[in-house]
């Protein structure tokens, strides 16, 4: 069970996009729950503003501290431990499936989603554990690799994925991608399903699968393939 806190200005965004599908069944059958904490409901502003210009100028608005703390610790009062906080930003470590699964083994998460040109340094100094991108770009707002990292988190929790294999012989593990896969019918546009697969010889499927995993990820990701050329190289060094 792992449980997800969103600190947003879009609270709805998040609950929409998290609640279909998988992730909703997950929730339904509480293995993991999500919450969107609305920062505006905690500003000590009477007009409800939670953004302000900056000091020293510059264009844009930020986020204040005092509406992010406050909401942060309404979360924080609630959970048991002292919970990460994740400050979702272009400025953190690039997010990968490593990283995924450290996170899906603790209990709260707490996601904090900028927007405008960010937040006030205090307050991320004050309760930010980890710093996280989603990779080299920008977007407008947290919200999407907030959701972005739950979904991947999620789905490697126990119980929220039917089929406990798919989450073992996906793509990264090993350091390796995906091989292809086949469904009915065995020729479609003259296209035959590869005849190894029909062989019902469990063995020879498999050694075939690996063999077009390494080819595809040597093809389409050179990065990853010497990572676990060096990995498997070494392996059999040390046997
Ligand atoms: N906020 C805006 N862009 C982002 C990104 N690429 N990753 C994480 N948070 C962001």
Known sequence: MVNFHVLTLFPEMVMQGLHTSILGRAVERQHISIEAVNIRDYTTDKHG??????????????????????????????????????YVTPQGQTFH???????AKEE??????????GIDERVLEEIVTDYVSIGDYVLTGGELPAMV????????????????????????????????????????????????????????VDEWRLAQSIERTRQRRPDLYEKWETRHFQQEFTQ
């Open 49 to 86: 503003k939670v953004d302000d210009y900056t000091y020293g100028g510059g264009a844009g608005m930020l986020m204040q501290a005092q509406p992010v703390y406050d909401a942060w610790l309404s979360v924080a009062e609630r959970t048991a431990s002292k919970a990460r906080v994740i």
């Open 97 to 103: 499936q490593e990283m995924a699964k450290e996170f």
């Open 108 to 117: 709260d998460l707490i996601f904090l989603c900028g927007h405008y040109e």
């Open 149 to 204: 990292m739950i979904d991947a988190v999620a789905r490697l929790v126990p119980g929220v994925l039917h089929n406990d294999e798919s989450a073992a012989t996906e793509s990264f593990h090993n350091d390796l991608l995906e091989y292809p896969q086949y469904s009915r019918p065995e020729v479609w546009r003259d296209k035959r399903v590869p005849e190894i697969l029909l062989s019902g010889n469990h063995a020879k």
